[in-house]
T-cell receptor, first 114, second 113 residues
Framework: NAGVMQNPRHLVRRRGQEARLRCSPM?????VYWYRQLPEEGLKFMVY????????ESGMPKERFSAEFPKEGPSILRIQQVVRGDSAAYFC????????????FGPGTRLTVL | KNQVEQSPQSLIILEGKNCTLQ??????????LRWYKQDTGRGPVSLTI???SENTKSNGRYTATLDADTKQSSLHITASQLSDSASYIC????????????WGLGTSLGVNP
């Protein structure tokens, strides 16, 4: 049973470009969470999704950031017009049941904005 | 305000020694508390999950304690190994508010030979 998979593991973008981060949850999990971790800081919750629904996006910046979890395929975190401050590690986690039950984390995507 | 505070911020110990990490929280109502280990460059991995009624839970050389009255938890690491070098993060789950996770900033532990 493969764990949570994220790709790419490393992503380099120039200012103004778009970044797309992908997350495939563990088999059987239909709940996905995205977190951001800035250098030397703790994890910050961004968004919680179930299949085709956004449950809680209270941690998501209002502009340039969006997330989706379609019926088929991975969850996508999309950052438009990236800025240097977006450079961070972005972690995805998944869980089996509703709410915020035990979450299993992926290895993260390290985004560097030049 | 729902918060989780951890201490110390960082700690360096010699291999083979024991250490204890602290977590104080103000989250209410409380559902459960978790300790995660995050190796550098990796995602967090769950060490223990403790509910309101549990005082102690062990996972190998890791032992977590919980005092729900004082809203304090500790993680004790016995006979430390070099591979224990990591960030240890305390997470408290809010019983209401869609069961949101409240994350501490972590304690960075370094184990030296």
């Amino acid at each position: 049973n493969a764990g949570v998979m994220q790709n790419p593991r490393h992503l380099v973008r120039r200012r103004g470009q778009e970044a797309r981060l992908r997350c495939s949850p563990m088999k059987g999990h239909s709940h996905v969470y995205w977190y951001r971790q800035l250098p030397e800081e703790g994890l910050k919750f961004m968004v919680y999704l179930q299949k085709e629904n956004i449950i809680d996006e209270s941690g998501m910046p209002k502009e340039r950031f969006s997330a989706e979890f379609p019926k088929e395929g991975p969850s996508i975190l999309r950052i438009q017009q990236v800025v240097r401050g977006d450079s961070a590690a972005y972690f995805c986690a998944s869980s089996f049941s509703t709410g915020y039950n035990e979450q299993f984390f992926g290895p993260g995507t390290r985004l560097t904005v030049l | 305000k729902n918060q989780v505070e951890q201490s110390p911020q960082s700690l360096i110990i010699l291999e083979g020694k024991n250490c204890t990490l602290q977590c104080n929280y103000t989250v209410s109502p409380f559902s459960n508390l978790r300790w995660y280990k995050q190796d550098t460059g990796r995602g967090p991995v769950s060490l223990t999950i403790m509910t309101f009624s549990e005082n102690t839970k062990s996972n190998g050389r890791y032992t977590a304690t919980l005092d729900a009255d004082t809203k304090q938890s500790s993680l004790h690491i016995t006979a430390s190994q070099l591979s224990d070098s990591a960030s240890y993060i305390c997470v408290v789950i809010h019983a209401g508010n869609n069961r949101k996770l409240i994350w501490g900033l972590g304690t960075s532990l370094g184990v030296n030979p």
